[in-house]
Structure formats: structure tokens, C-alpha cells
């Protein structure tokens, strides 16, 4: 009987341990997502910059929880032709969002919330990170589910290169 406990306790240890991993961000993923800042109006700035430039905005919609947030955040800044396109081609912000937001006590939070969730066409419902392309003018002309970009435990360089391509002002015709 005390065999079978202390198996028991040794099982819910390794199971908790290995819950906590999944929940925390890798190891060496350094935090993008400004979780002070007013997100509809880093969004505005991004736009009003993006039209006077010529450019189009990449919204990453997302936070510091989401492990899949900081390795695409990673991915596109140690890549040097990935990160070299995105300037030439885009105002590129990553938008703090947590789904947990939209059921908060805290009415002004839940407002907010809501008010980016409209104003980004709801593209949490792709999951996150969700990259919300935005043209001059601040209308959402794409939304990408980054899991069409995922390999394995990353991201696959031509699939990410091909989205990014394809929604530029000069592709889009803008």
C-alpha cells in the first residue's frame, strides 16, 4: 500500500513538472510583447508611420504566455533576409493580447479587449500568434494562422518567406 503511494506521488511530481514546462516560455526566448502599452494605439502609430512610409503593417497578436508568439518573434529576428524583408516592407509590432482579457473583472479591460478583437477582425480565432497584415490606411487586408508556417518545433523559412511576399503593398497592387 505505501509502495503504491509513493508511486502515486512520484507520477503526479513528474506530471506536474512536465504541465509547468509546457506552460512556460523556452528557455531563451527573450519577451517582445509590451504588456503596458495601449494596443490600439500602438496599432494607429503603426499605421499612420506605415502610410507615410509606403508600407504595410504586420500586427503579431499574441503575449509573452505564448511560447508560439516568442519563437516566431525569434525566428524572424536571427533570420538576417527574413528580418532585412520585413523592414524594407512592413512597420512590424507585436500587439499584446491575452485571451483571458475578454473575462476580466476589470470592465475597462474587457472593453479593450474587445474593441482590438473587432478592430483586428477577430483573429484570435486563428489561435497565436495570429499576423494580421494591415494596409496604409489601417484596414486588415489578411489574416495569417502562423500554424500553416510551423515546421516541427519552429517555423519553415520559405513558408514564412512566401506569406511575407505575397502580402506586400507592391504585391497587393497598393
Not at 536571427?78 to 470592465?107: G, L, Q, T
Not at 475597462?108 to 499576423?131: E, I, T
Not at 519553415?156 to 506569406?163: A, I
Given at each position: 500500500?505505501?509502495?503504491i ?45 506605415a ?24 525566428f ?78 519552429g ?20
Amino acid at each position: 500500500m505505501k509502495r503504491i503511494f509513493l508511486i502515486a506521488i512520484a507520477v503526479l511530481l513528474v506530471s506536474s513538472s512536465l504541465a509547468a514546462q509546457a506552460t512556460q516560455k523556452p528557455a531563451g526566448l527573450k519577451k517582445v510583447y509590451d504588456e503596458q502599452i495601449n494596443p490600439l494605439e500602438q496599432i494607429d502609430k503603426a499605421v499612420a508611420k506605415a502610410g507615410k512610409e509606403g508600407k504595410f503593417v504586420i500586427c503579431q497578436l499574441g503575449g509573452n504566455w505564448c511560447p508560439w508568439c516568442l519563437k516566431f518573434a525569434d525566428f524572424i529576428t536571427k533570420d538576417a533576409e527574413i528580418s532585412k524583408f520585413i523592414a524594407d516592407n512592413y512597420i512590424y509590432i507585436h500587439v499584446n493580447y491575452n485571451p483571458r482579457m475578454a473575462k476580466s473583472k476589470d470592465e475597462a479591460v474587457v472593453r479593450q479587449s474587445k474593441a482590438l478583437m473587432k478592430r483586428l477582425n477577430n483573429a484570435g480565432r486563428f489561435g497565436y500568434p495570429a499576423l494580421i497584415v494591415l494596409d496604409g490606411k489601417g484596414r486588415v487586408i489578411h489574416i495569417q494562422d502562423s500554424g500553416y508556417l510551423e515546421e516541427g518545433e519552429g517555423y519553415n523559412k520559405k513558408k514564412v518567406q512566401n506569406f511575407l511576399k505575397n502580402w506586400t503593398p507592391k504585391a497587393v497592387g497598393a
